[in-house]
């Protein structure tokens, strides 16, 4: 671990140990930035999550050398009277916890508008009255669709990168009509991130906000029926693993016609790491977290993704690789999509020199490298008959 002494600021100065209360800490994200932290840091965290699968090789008394470091409370955040004693202990804390899958946006979107907005609020308050600095991370699906998608098919500014590049100061937040509640998700994340903005504003608080772009990597989701709930549809990277583990063809929402940007999360975590050392530049700031580089369509990641998983699993692809299905048919009712999300980074390179380095190829041969390390046999097991006698 690297000693606190000699570790310096952007601008420097010794960063001091700070102890870090991260909820979520059991997620994709919050598993990733707890090793993180303990591999390169002398900071201490106070894990809270309802659980800790993600975590527990950090977590073994007997073996982990980080257990003066970490400490796991088994907590739901919704009605819980510990909440305020734990952010107080903290000088720092990191709001992770979010239903975040668009599976459930429809489905659940009761759930999604509580879990995102009104289970988020306490949270906020405690930072605030207690002067401890926020870290909230909240959604690159708070800019909803790009002004860009309500021109003609056409139209040459649709091409105009003014019209589809993402910036956190500039550009508007655009939803679908109300009876498409997929974007109760996104409507809860914009509302906190204007009462988290509020709070600085009026009250003082001092805030980050992190905005992902697709974070891509190890322990990414659930496999379903496999490492989480049988019937449950992931997001769309574990969707594809799932199909290519099964030897599946994987399905198209809508044609895949949807652009994405992927950023691998170890780079992801990095830009974290830097606005937690870096409180000076990244207060009263919202960050995009993106890699605009590697920008492809939906069809296209399926056709990547069946190449790499043939390179890491040997196995030849199957004959039809993809099949294309309507989204009211993958998602239900009241589904609708955002066309581009491609990431200004602008302001995060100026504040804290920060840029993403891994490719597309790179991030998906090393994902699903584990994927298929992790779950290959178990997907077998589960998917082989008994041959009758």
């Known amino acids: 671990m690297a000693n606190g002494a000699d570790r310096l600021d952007l601008d420097g100065r010794p960063i001091k140990p700070l102890t870090i209360c991260m909820i979520g800490a059991g997620g ?17 965290v106070l894990a809270l999550d309802v659980y800790n699968d993600k975590i527990k090789h950090l977590l073994e008394p007997d073996t982990s050398q980080w257990a003066e470091r970490i400490q796991f409370h ?7 009277s510990r909440l305020e004693g734990l952010v107080k202990m903290a000088d720092l804390t990191i709001n992770l916890a979010a239903i975040c899958t668009p599976a459930d946006y429809n489905t659940r979107p009761l759930d999604t508008i509580y879990s995102n907005f009104i289970d988020a609020l306490p949270v906020v308050k405690y930072c605030s009255e207690n002067n401890k600095r926020l870290i909230h991370f909240s959604t690159c699906e708070v800019y909803g669709k790009t002004i860009g998608s309500f021109l003609p098919k056409d139209h040459p500014l649709r091409q105009d990168p003014d019209f589809y590049v993402l910036k956190e100061d500039t550009s508007p ?12 998700y ?3 994340k914009q509302l906190i991130e204007r009462l988290v903005y509020a709070e600085g504003a009026e009250n003082g608080l001092e805030f980050t906000i992190v905005r992902p772009f697709n974070w891509i990597g190890p322990r990414m989701d659930f496999i379903p029926g496999i490492d989480g709930p049988s019937e449950g549809v992931p997001r769309v ?5 799932n199909n290519l583990l099964r030897r599946e063809p994987l399905k198209l929402v809508d044609g895949g016609e949807s652009q994405r940007t992927f950023i691998y999360i170890k780079d992801a975590i990095e830009a974290v790491l830097l606005m937690i050392e870096n409180p000076e530049r990244a207060n009263g700031h919202i960050f995009n977290v993106g890699n605009p580089n590697n920008e492809v369509t939906v069809r296209q990641l399926a056709e990547m993704m069946t190449q790499v998983y043939s390179k890491v699993s040997g196995e030849t692809a199957i004959e039809s690789p993809t099949v294309d299905v309507s989204s009211k048919e993958f998602y239900g009712e009241g589904y609708d999509d955002s066309d581009k999300r491609i990431p200004d980074m602008t302001i995060i390179n100026r504040q804290l020199g920060w840029n993403p380095k891994t490719s597309l190829w790179d991030l998906l041969e090393s994902t699903l490298t584990y994927q298929h390390r992790t779950y290959a046999e178990a997907v077998k097991k589960a998917t082989s008959k008994p041959v009758a006698s």
Do not use: V
């Open 28 to 44: 994709f994200i919050g598993s990733h930035l707890c090793e993180k932290l303990m591999n390169e840091t002398p900071h201490k």
């Open 74 to 80: 088994r907590i739901n955040i919704k009605h819980d």
């Open 173 to 184: 937040c655009i939803f679908g009509s109300i009876e498409k509640q997929r974007w109760s």
């Open 237 to 241: 990277l574990a969707c594809f693993s």
């Open 186 to 188: 996104a409507c809860a």
